[in-house]
């Protein structure tokens, strides 16, 4: 069964910090997706990469940034946080295009 | 804009009834459709999925109903069961785009 681990289930940082969420599957996916799910806005695409070293933006990239250094791991990263960035955040993993996303359990960020 | 709607933010159905979920989009050249389904605390978790060649598939107590000439599928769940609460997203995909894009979820509540 596919595992998508993210590291932190709960992070509490200042504004201005810089932030880190990290993301790892265990399927050798070649896809990798990171989302933030707020109340009545559903699921949003930040950022994925179909490889490494490679990204695209979502919908939503402002203030982020990602880093996909090895097949298995996809880093988000908040350059300078924000109270807007106060969310909750899944990553997710696809073996290919069309086929069902697998995500991970959540981190839940608060920025104060 | 929003290209894939749900509607309805909840519902509510009694424990052995039917659950239909809808959903609604805009751009015709999303091909494939999938739902998903998020517990609390958790990440979201593939449900059961269409292809745009197909207006039905089913698994189990879950079917998947797509109407192309309105651009509108529905989820039915039946018979519900009180596990069956959750947020349901309801996600959609255009043939050769990594980004599937989601709905804002319906909370699905069964009462015993």
């Known amino acids: 069964d596919v595992k998508v681990t993210q590291s932190s289930r709960y992070l509490v940082k200042r504004t201005g910090e810089k932030v880190f969420l990290e993301c790892v599957q265990d399927m050798d996916h070649e896809n990798m997706f990171w989302y933030r799910q707020d109340p009545g806005l559903g699921l949003r695409l930040i950022y994925f990469?179909?490889?490494?070293?490679?990204?695209e933006k979502g919908d939503i990239p402002e203030g982020y940034s990602v880093s996909r250094e090895k097949k298995e791991r996809f880093s988000l990263i908040l350059e300078s946080a924000s109270t807007n960035q106060t969310s909750m955040y899944l990553c997710?993993?696809?073996?290919?295009?069309?086929?069902?996303?697998?995500f991970g359990n959540g981190t839940r960020l608060t920025v104060t | 804009d929003q290209q894939v709607k749900q509607n309805s933010p909840s519902l509510s159905v009694q424990e052995g009834r039917i659950s239909i979920l809808n959903c609604d989009y805009t751009?015709?050249?999303?091909?494939?459709f999938l739902w998903y389904k998020k517990y609390p605390a958790e990440g979201p978790t593939f449900l059961i999925s269409?292809?745009?060649?197909?207006d039905k598939n089913e698994d189990g107590r879950f079917t998947v109903f797509l109407n192309k000439s309105a651009k509108h599928l529905s989820l039915h769940i039946v018979p519900s069961q009180p596990g069956d609460s959750a947020v349901y997203f309801c996600a959609a995909v255009q043939g050769g785009s990594e980004k599937l894009v989601f709905g804002k979820g319906t909370k699905l509540t069964v009462n015993p």
């Open positions: 751009n015709s050249m999303f091909d494939y």
């Open positions: 990469s179909y490889d490494v070293k490679m990204k």
């Open positions: 997710a993993s696809e073996k290919f295009g069309n086929s069902p996303l697998h």
């Open positions: 269409i292809s745009s060649i197909k």
